[in-house]
C-alpha cells in the first residue's frame, strides 16, 4: 500500500463547479501537507502549504487537513478553464533532522474545467 | 533568473547506453532531488543531496547515480538504460532543508528507453 494514495481521475467539471479533491495517507508522522499544481507538460508548482490539522483559504481555494482520519482536501470554488491541470499531494514529516525537505507525494489527479 | 533548468528536454536511448541528466539551479538553494513521474505513480523521489558534497537514496534509486558537482548542480547518470527507466525526470530544488521551503522544480526531461 503507498504512504499517500490520490485518486488519479480524470476529473472533468463544467466551468464555475465547486471541485473537491483528496487525499488519503498512512503515516501519522506527516505533519506538512502541500499541494501542487501541474500544467501539461511543466514542472509541478506549489499552490498551497498547511501545518497539521485545519483549513487554509487562499483565495478560491481552501486546503484541509484532518489528521484524526489522515484525510486531506482542496477545495476549487468556481473553478476556470485555466485551473485545467494536474493536482498533486505532497507530504512530509517534520523540518528538521533527517528530513531534509523530503516530500511524499500523491498519484496526481487529472482535472479539467470546460467552459 | 532561470530558476532551474534541466537538460536534454527529451532523449531516446537504446538498453544499455548510458547517459547524464543535468539539472542547474541559480537561486543559491541548498538541497536539490531528482524525481521521476510516471503515469498513475505520482513523482517519486530517486537521489537527493541536502548540501554540496553529500547525496542520498530516495525512494527509487536502482540503477542511477548521482553528483552534486558543486552548490548549482546536480546531475542524473543511468548507466545502463532499461525500458522501465522510460519516464519523465524532474529536477527540483529548496532554499535550505526544511519541509516547509517551497520545492521549485525544473521543466522535466523525458526519457524513452527501447
Known amino acids: 500500500q503507498k504512504e499517500v494514495e490520490q485518486d488519479p481521475g480524470p476529473l472533468s467539471v463544467p466551468e464555475g463547479a465547486i471541485v473537491s479533491l483528496n487525499c488519503t495517507y498512512s503515516?501519522?508522522?506527516?505533519?506538512?501537507f502541500m499541494w501542487y499544481r501541474q500544467y501539461s507538460r511543466k514542472g509541478p508548482e506549489l499552490l498551497m502549504y498547511t501545518y497539521s490539522s485545519g483549513n487554509k483559504e487562499d483565495g478560491r481555494f481552501t486546503a484541509q487537513v484532518d489528521k484524526s482520519s489522515k484525510y486531506i482536501s482542496l477545495f476549487i470554488r468556481d473553478s476556470q478553464p485555466s485551473d485545467s491541470a494536474t493536482y498533486l499531494c505532497a507530504m512530509s514529516v517534520g523540518i528538521g533532522g533527517t528530513s531534509y525537505g523530503k516530500l511524499t507525494f500523491g498519484q496526481g489527479t487529472i482535472l479539467t474545467v470546460h467552459p | 533568473n532561470a530558476g532551474v533548468t534541466q537538460t536534454p528536454k527529451f532523449q531516446v536511448l537504446k538498453t544499455g547506453q548510458s547517459m547524464t541528466l543535468q539539472c542547474a539551479q541559480d537561486m543559491n538553494h541548498n538541497s536539490m532531488y531528482w524525481y521521476r513521474q510516471d503515469p498513475g505513480m505520482g513523482l517519486r523521489l530517486i537521489y537527493y543531496s541536502a548540501s554540496e558534497g553529500t547525496t542520498d537514496k530516495g525512494e527509487v534509486p536502482n540503477g542511477y547515480n548521482v553528483s552534486r558537482l558543486n552548490k548549482r548542480e546536480f546531475s542524473l547518470r543511468l548507466e545502463s538504460a532499461a525500458p522501465s527507466q522510460t519516464s519523465v525526470y524532474f529536477c527540483?530544488?529548496?532554499?535550505?532543508?526544511?519541509?516547509?521551503?517551497?520545492?521549485?522544480f525544473g521543466p522535466g526531461t523525458r526519457l524513452t528507453v527501447l
Open positions: 503515516n501519522s508522522a506527516f505533519q506538512y
Open positions: 527540483a530544488s529548496i532554499p535550505g532543508r526544511k519541509s516547509t521551503d517551497t520545492q521549485y
